[in-house]
C-alpha cells in the first residue's frame, strides 16, 4: 500500500521560507508512470494545486505561486521537497503531497497533511 | 486563468439522492476527477476521468461530464458521505480545483 507522509516546521516567520519534505514508502518514487504532487488547504477554505514533480527532477508549477516555489527529488531517500520562499500569512494553511498520475492528472493517494502556519 | 463553478452546499435525505455539480467553460472537453474530504481528513479520490471509480469506492458514487457542467451523483445516501466534495481537471498545464460543496445528509 502506497503511503505518503509529509514533515516539516509547523511554524514559519513572514519572509522566510517555508520547507517540507514528502516521504513515500511501499512504493517507489522512481516510477516513470507517475508525478509526485504538493498541494495546500488554508483554513477553512478549498484546494489549491502548488505544482508536480517527475523522478527526474522535471516539474509543473501553479502560475500563481511559481516566482516563490521549488519543487525537487532525491530518489535515492524515496523523498520529494516544497520550498516556498518570502511567505505570508496567506500561506498559512495545510500542505498536502500526493501521487499525480499524469495521463488524467489525478491525485491519489494523499498524505494526511501537515499545517503551517506563518507567524512571528 | 480556469474556473470551476460548485454549489455552496447541497442538502439530501438518507437513502436519497445526491447531485453536486462541477461548472467550467466546455468542461465536457477535459478530464474531470472528484474528491471527498471528511472533517480533519485529507481528500480520497472518489471518481476520476469523469466516470470511473477507484477500488473500494462504492458502486453508490459516478460521475457524468457533458457540455459545461460535470456531476458527481451520491445514490442512496448514507450519514457517512456527509463531507466537502471537490471537483478537479487539468488545464494548460495547471492543476485547477473546484470551489467545493458541502454535502448535509438530514
Known amino acids: 500500500q502506497l503511503l505518503l507522509q509529509e514533515s516539516g516546521p509547523g511554524v514559519v516567520k513572514p519572509s522566510e521560507t517555508l520547507s517540507l519534505i514528502c516521504t513515500v514508502s511501499g512504493g517507489s518514487i522512481y516510477d516513470i508512470n507517475y508525478y509526485w504532487g504538493w498541494i495546500r488547504q488554508p483554513p477553512g477554505k478549498g484546494l489549491e494545486w502548488i505544482g508536480s514533480v517527475y523522478y527526474t527532477g522535471g516539474t509543473y508549477y501553479n502560475p500563481s505561486l511559481k516566482s516563490r516555489i521549488t519543487i525537487s527529488v532525491d530518489t535515492s531517500k524515496n523523498q520529494f521537497f516544497l520550498s516556498l520562499t518570502s511567505v505570508t500569512a496567506a500561506d498559512t494553511a495545510v500542505y498536502y503531497c500526493a501521487r499525480d498520475e499524469p495521463t488524467g492528472n489525478w491525485f491519489d493517494p494523499w498524505g494526511q497533511g501537515t499545517l503551517v502556519t506563518v507567524s512571528s | 486563468s480556469y474556473e470551476l463553478t460548485q454549489p455552496l452546499s447541497v442538502s439530501v435525505a438518507l437513502g436519497q439522492t445526491a447531485r453536486i455539480t462541477c461548472g467550467g467553460d466546455?468542461?465536457?472537453?477535459?478530464?474531470v476527477h472528484w474528491y471527498q474530504q471528511k472533517p480533519g481528513q485529507a481528500p480520497v479520490l472518489v471518481i476520476y476521468?469523469?466516470?470511473n471509480r477507484p477500488s473500494g469506492i462504492p458502486e453508490r458514487f459516478s460521475g457524468s461530464n457533458s457540455g459545461n457542467t460535470a456531476t458527481l451523483t451520491v445514490s442512496r445516501a448514507q450519514a457517512g458521505d456527509e463531507a466537502d466534495y471537490y471537483c478537479?481537471?487539468?488545464?494548460?498545464?495547471?492543476?485547477?480545483f473546484g470551489t467545493g460543496t458541502k454535502v448535509t445528509v438530514l
Open positions: 466546455n468542461i465536457g472537453d477535459k478530464n
Open positions: 478537479q481537471v487539468w488545464d494548460s498545464s495547471t492543476g485547477v
Open positions: 476521468r469523469d466516470i
